[in-house]
Nanobody, 125 residues
Framework: QVQLVESGGELVQAGGSLRLSCVVSGRTFSNYVLAWFRQAPGKEREFVAARRWSGSSAFYADSAKGRFTIDRDNAKNTVYLQMNSLKPEDTAVYYC??????????????????WGRGTQVTVSS
């Protein structure tokens, strides 16, 4: 069983930055994909960014390209989402997720095996 715990969400002004953290624990996840999703009120859960725990390749949603960066710290078992140039439309609950698939990074939230409980990000205009 893999456990994920997000933190770092808060109120921030438009144009500002936040770094979200996701601490990963449990069985071996070196081949897993680690991803960030978000869900705003009244909307479906939306893919934001993902990467494998091992390696450095990353994949981003169009809404995140050029503004967000997903990274990880092996020593801390933590995945980060660095968010810059934040916009009001980035307001959502942000979730960390893990996918045991080893062949591709997928955007469909239904294929992810494990989820954190979410952290609220609010961007004021």
């Amino acid at each position: 069983q893999v456990q994920l715990v997000e933190s770092g969400g808060e109120l921030v002004q438009a144009g500002g930055s936040l770094r979200l953290s996701c601490v990963v624990s449990g069985r071996t996840f070196s081949n897993y994909v680690l991803a960030w999703f978000r869900q705003a009120p009244g909307k479906e859960r939306e893919f934001v960014a993902a990467r494998r725990w091992s390696g450095s390749s990353a994949f981003y949603a169009d809404s995140a390209k050029g503004r967000f960066t997903i990274d990880r710290d092996n020593a801390k078992n933590t995945v980060y989402l660095q968010m810059n140039s934040l916009k009001p439309e980035d307001t959502a609950v942000y979730y960390c997720a893990a996918d045991s698939n080893q062949f591709s990074i997928r955007q469909n939230p239904q294929v992810y095996n494990y989820w954190g409980r979410g952290t609220q990000v609010t961007v004021s205009s």
